[in-house]
C-alpha cells in the first residue's frame, strides 16, 4: 500500500534518523510511504484562543494539498505535527463557519472539502498493519531487555485526538510486546517532557528527564522507548546534562520506536542513525547481544 | 491566598473594571471559570507545579476574585498546554485554555515573554524546530 506521508520540519533535520528507519520498516512490512507535495510548517501548537483563526492556516493548508493530491489519508510521524493536524480538522468539521472564513481567506488555495483523516504512524501499525503481524515477522526477538514507554503529551491528550486511552495507554507496550521486549511500566509515561521550555528553562526540563528517567531506573530498564522528536531531545540531550546536577545518576538510551523495530526485524545497522543520539543506544544493544560486534559502526 | 507576585511594570499597566478580567478569559477560552469548586486535581496532576508561583487552580481563583495581578504570574508561561489539568477536571473545564487566555491578554497588549535574540548561538542550532515554533508561537504576540 502507498501511503502519503507529511513530514514536518524536524524529521527534516533533528528527527533524520525517525524518518529513515520508518521508511525503512515500513518498506520491510510491504509498504510505502510517499512524501506529500508542497508541505509546509503545520504550525506545531494548535490554537487555544476560540477567536485566533489564524493559527489554523497552516495545518488547514497542508490538508488542502493532501485533497489536492487526490487522497483521503495522511500519515504523520512527528507527534506535535499529528496532534496540530488533528486538532485543526476536528476544529473544521465541528464549526462549519470557521471553515468557510478560512476557505474564503485562503483564495489561491481549493476549499478544503472536509475528507481528510489524520494517521499517526503507530495508528498505522496499530490498525492497518496490525501488532500481530509485525510479531511474526520478527526476525531478532529483543529478548534481554527491559524497556519503559514514554508516551508524553501529544499521543494521548487532548482525549478527542489521542491516539489511545489519556490515562493508561497501551498502544507502545503492546508494540514492544510484540518485538519480544519486557515492558517495564512507570507513571511518569504520560507526563510532559518539559516540550518548548528546553529553549529557555534548560535546567528545569533536565529535572524533568532525571525524574522520568531514574523511576524507570529503579524498576530494572535498560533504555526508554517514545515516539515524539521533541521528548527524544529532552529526555536525551536534557537528561545527559542531567548527569552533572545529580550525583551518580546515569542517563538511559532513548529509542525512538522505529529505531526498535528496525533492529527487531533485523534491517540494516545504517538505517538506525544512533549517531544523532547524546547517549548512544548501541553499547547496550550489544551489551545484550542484540547487536553483534557491527561492522560498520 | 496572599502571595507575593514579582510585578513587571509593562504587565501591571494592564488594569480591568469588575468582572472584567474573568469575562474576556472566558471570551478567549470558551470555558465558565466560575464552574471551579476548587478542588485542586489541576494542581495535583500538574508536572511543573512545584515551580509555579500559583497553583493552577489559584489562578482560577485569581480571575473569580478580579486580581489581575495574576498576570504577573510564572505559571502562565510554564504551562506547556499538556492537558493533564483538562482531561482530568472534574467540572470538565479546560484550564490549559484559560492559562492560554491569560498568555494571549498579556500578549495582545504587546508585551512579549521571550526575547529570540538572547537565545545562544549553539543552542540554536542544536535545539529542534518543533520547540522553537511552539515557543514563539505561546511566548510572542
Not at chain 1, 24 to 41: F, R
Not at chain 1, 88 to 97: C, G, I, S, Y
Not at chain 1, 142 to 164: T, W
Given at each position: 500500500m502507498k501511503l502519503l506521508y507529511f513530514p514536518g520540519c524536524t524529521l527534516k533535520t533533528s528527527a533524520k534518523n525517525l524518518e529513515k528507519s520508518a521508511f525503512?520498516?515500513?518498506?520491510?512490512?510491504?509498504?510505502?510511504?510517499?512524501?506529500?507535495?508542497?508541505?509546509?510548517?503545520c504550525g506545531v501548537v494548535s490554537s487555544l484562543s476560540d477567536d485566533d483563526l489564524m493559527r489554523h492556516l497552516a495545518p488547514l493548508r497542508?490538508?488542502?494539498?493532501?485533497?489536492?493530491?487526490?487522497?483521503?489519508?495522511?500519515?504523520?510521524?512527528?507527534?506535535?505535527?499529528?496532534?496540530?493536524?488533528?486538532?485543526?480538522?476536528?476544529?473544521?468539521?465541528?464549526?462549519?463557519?470557521?471553515?468557510?472564513?478560512?476557505?474564503l481567506f485562503m483564495d489561491r488555495e481549493n476549499d478544503y472539502r472536509g475528507t481528510v483523516k489524520v494517521q499517526h504512524f503507530l495508528e498505522f501499525l496499530r490498525d492497518d498493519v496490525g501488532f500481530n503481524v509485525l510479531k511474526k515477522m520478527v526476525k531478532k526477538p529483543?529478548?534481554?531487555?527491559?524497556?519503559?514507554?514514554?508516551?508524553?503529551?501529544?499521543?494521548?491528550?487532548?482525549?478527542?485526538?489521542?491516539?489511545?486511552d489519556a490515562e493508561e495507554p497501551t498502544i507502545l507496550s503492546d508494540l514492544l510486546s510484540a518485538l519480544g521486549v519486557e515492558v517495564v511500566d512507570n507513571p511518569?509515561?504520560?507526563?510532559?517532557?518539559?516540550?518548548?521550555?528546553?529553549?529557555?528553562?534548560?535546567?528545569?526540563?533536565?529535572?524533568?528527564?532525571?525524574?522520568?528517567?531514574?523511576?524507570?531506573?529503579?524498576?530494572?530498564?535498560?533504555?526508554?522507548?517514545?515516539?515524539?522528536?521533541?521528548?527524544?531531545f529532552n529526555l536525551?540531550?536534557?537528561?545527559?546534562?542531567?548527569?552533572?546536577?545529580?550525583?551518580?545518576?546515569?542517563?538511559?538510551?532513548?529509542?525512538?520506536?522505529?529505531?526498535?523495530?528496525?533492529?527487531?526485524?533485523?534491517?540494516?545497522?545504517?538505517?538506525?542513525?544512533?549517531?544523532?543520539?547524546?547517549?548512544?543506544?548501541?553499547?547496550?544493544?550489544?551489551?545484550?547481544?542484540?547487536?553483534?560486534?557491527v561492522k560498520n559502526i | 491566598m496572599n502571595k507575593k507576585l514579582k510585578q513587571d511594570k509593562e504587565i501591571s499597566k494592564i488594569t480591568f473594571k469588575k468582572g472584567e478580567l474573568a469575562a474576556e478569559?472566558?471570551?478567549?477560552?470558551?470555558?465558565?471559570?466560575?464552574?471551579?469548586?476548587?478542588?485542586g486535581t489541576c494542581s495535583a496532576g500538574c508536572p511543573y507545579v512545584e515551580d509555579m508561583d500559583l497553583t493552577p487552580d489559584e489562578v482560577i481563583r485569581y480571575i473569580i476574585l478580579d486580581r489581575s495581578e495574576v498576570l504577573n504570574s510564572k505559571t502562565i508561561w510554564l504551562c506547556s498546554a499538556c492537558f493533564t489539568c483538562a482531561e482530568r477536571c472534574p467540572r470538565d473545564i479546560n484550564i490549559t485554555k484559560i492559562m492560554e487566555a491569560l498568555r494571549q491578554i498579556v500578549l495582545r497588549h504587546k508585551i512579549d515573554h521571550t526575547k529570540a535574540y538572547e537565545i545562544p548561538e549553539k543552542e540554536r542550532h542544536m535545539i529542534p524546530q518543533i520547540a522553537f515554533v511552539s515557543l514563539f508561537r505561546k511566548n510572542i504576540g
Open positions: 525503512a520498516i515500513t518498506k520491510a512490512l510491504g509498504h510505502e510511504l510517499v512524501e506529500m507535495d508542497d508541505w509546509t510548517c497542508n490538508l488542502i494539498h493532501v485533497e489536492d493530491q487526490g487522497e483521503n489519508r495522511v500519515v504523520v510521524l512527528c507527534d506535535m505535527c499529528c496532534n496540530t493536524l488533528k486538532q485543526t480538522n476536528l476544529r473544521v468539521k465541528e464549526k462549519p463557519d470557521d471553515l468557510e472564513t478560512l476557505n529483543l529478548k534481554n531487555l527491559k524497556i519503559m514507554p514514554y508516551y508524553g503529551c501529544m499521543l494521548l491528550r487532548p482525549r478527542e485526538v489521542a491516539v489511545d511518569f509515561k504520560i507526563e510532559c517532557c518539559g516540550s518548548y521550555h528546553t529553549i529557555q528553562e534548560k535546567e528545569l526540563v533536565s529535572r524533568r528527564a532525571y525524574r522520568i528517567a531514574s523511576y524507570a531506573i529503579e524498576r530494572g530498564a535498560d533504555a526508554i522507548v517514545l515516539s515524539c522528536p521533541l521528548c527524544r536525551d540531550v536534557r537528561g545527559k546534562e542531567a548527569e552533572k546536577m545529580f550525583n551518580g545518576y546515569k542517563q538511559l538510551p532513548v529509542f525512538y520506536y522505529t529505531q526498535l523495530i528496525a533492529v527487531a526485524l533485523g534491517l540494516d545497522p545504517s538505517v538506525y542513525g544512533f549517531d544523532q543520539h547524546a547517549v548512544d543506544p548501541t553499547l547496550l544493544l550489544k551489551k545484550k547481544g542484540v547487536l553483534e560486534v | 478569559v472566558e471570551e478567549l477560552s470558551g470555558e465558565n471559570v466560575f464552574g471551579c469548586y476548587q478542588c
